[in-house]
C-alpha cells in the first residue's frame, strides 16, 4: 500500500494532470470546463481527475449536476515540507562536512602542523 | 504553492529539487572549501565517519576501497540498531565522484550518486549531488523517509497527520 506522499507524487508525474492542477489553482472548474482545452475525451480527463482524487490532491462538490473539481491545498503543502524536512537533514550533514573542512583548512595553511594522518589532501 | 513535484528551497545554504520528469533528487551546496578537499571529505574513511551519520549515530566503516572500481560498506549505528549501506566507487576523480548506494534493508534498490565539484575559484568550492533511482516510487519514499534514521521530533506532528489519515 503506497503511502500518502508517494500517491501524491505518483499522480503528479503525469504532465496532464499537472496541467490540470495548474489549472485549478485558479478556482474550482467542472469536468467540461478542465476537458475543454486538450484534444481528449471527457472520459479521458475524467481518468484523471480519478487519479488525483485517489491521491488526495483534489475533491469533487456536492453539487450533482456541476460536481465541480477542487483542489486540495494542504496536500501540496505536506509535500514541501516532507522535501523541506530532507533538505534541512541534508544541512545539517553539511554543515557537519563545514566542520571536518575548516580542520583540513588549519591544517593546510600551517605548513609546519602535520595532517593528522599524514594524508595529503 | 508548488504546482509541480519540482521544489527548490533556498535560504543561502542547500538547495534541493525533486522533478516531476525524472526519479531524481538533487542538491546544491557551496562550502568553503577546494574541490580537492571534498573529494579527500567523502574519500578518507576518517574524515567521512566524523560528518556523515545524523547526529547522535555511530559510522562504522567495514569495508571502503576509494579509488575508481572500488567497494564500500558501511554500518550506521542508532540506540544500538544497526544499518548497513554499501556500494561501489564507479568514478573518484578529482571534479566528480560516482558511486552506488544501497541500503541492506531494501537490497535490491540501487541509487547512483554522483558528485560534481565546481571550483568557484576564492577558495569556495560548488557540490551538487544528484541521486537517481529507477522509479519515482522510490525517490518518493526516500524524500518522504528521509532515508535517515533517527527523525527530528520537530515532524512528530506532520507524521501524525498522515498517520491519522488527515491526508
Redesign the interface.
Known amino acids: 500500500m503506497?503511502?500518502?506522499?508517494?500517491q501524491a507524487?505518483?499522480a503528479?508525474?503525469d504532465p496532464t494532470r499537472?496541467d490540470i492542477?495548474?489549472r485549478l489553482?485558479a478556482g474550482d472548474a467542472t469536468v467540461g470546463e478542465l476537458a475543454a482545452p486538450y484534444d481528449v475525451s471527457l472520459q479521458a480527463v475524467s481518468k484523471h481527475l480519478k487519479v488525483l482524487e485517489g491521491a488526495?490532491l483534489v475533491s469533487r462538490g456536492r453539487d450533482a449536476q456541476r460536481r465541480p473539481v477542487h483542489l486540495e491545498?494542504?496536500?501540496?503543502?505536506?509535500?514541501?515540507?516532507?522535501?523541506?524536512?530532507?533538505?534541512?537533514?541534508?544541512?545539517?550533514?553539511?554543515q557537519?562536512?563545514?566542520?571536518?573542512?575548516?580542520q583540513?583548512?588549519e591544517h593546510?595553511t600551517d605548513p609546519h602542523e602535520p595532517t593528522?594522518?599524514g594524508?595529503t589532501? | 504553492m508548488t504546482t509541480t513535484t519540482t521544489t527548490t528551497t533556498k535560504d543561502g545554504t542547500t538547495t534541493i529539487e525533486a522533478p516531476a520528469d525524472l526519479p531524481v533528487i538533487r542538491m546544491s551546496r557551496e562550502f568553503r572549501a577546494t574541490p580537492a578537499q571534498l573529494v579527500r571529505a567523502h574519500t578518507d574513511a576518517d574524515l567521512f565517519v566524523r560528518w556523515v551519520g545524523p547526529d547522535g549515530s555511530e559510522v562504522r566503516i567495514d569495508q571502503w576501497d576509494p579509488r575508481t572500481g572500488g567497494s564500500w560498506r558501511y554500518l550506521n549505528v542508532v540506540k544500538g540498531e544497526e544499518y548497513g549501506f554499501r556500494g561501489c566507487f564507479h568514478t573518484v576523480r578529482e571534479d566528480r565522484l560516482v558511486q552506488t548506494f544501497t541500503w541492506e534493508g531494501m537490497p535490491d534498490g540501487v541509487s547512483l550518486e554522483t558528485l560534481s565539484f565546481e571550483d568557484l575559484g576564492d577558495g569556495r568550492t560548488r557540490m551538487l549531488a544528484e541521486s537517481l533511482v529507477d522509479r519515482f516510487e522510490t525517490r518518493d519514499a526516500i524524500l518522504a523517509s528521509g532515508m535517515e534514521v533517527g527523525l527530528n521530533d520537530g515532524y512528530a506532528r506532520l507524521d501524525g497527520l498522515l498517520d491519522d489519515g488527515e491526508v
Not at chain 1, 2 to 6: G, V
Not at chain 1, 73 to 94: G, H, N, P, S
Open positions: 503506497p503511502d500518502p506522499l508517494s507524487f505518483a503528479l508525474a499537472r492542477v495548474a489553482c488526495g491545498a494542504e496536500v501540496f503543502d505536506l509535500m514541501t515540507k516532507w522535501i523541506e524536512r530532507y533538505r534541512r537533514e541534508a544541512e545539517a550533514r553539511y557537519r562536512l563545514d566542520a571536518v573542512l575548516a583540513l583548512d593546510t593528522e594522518r594524508e589532501a
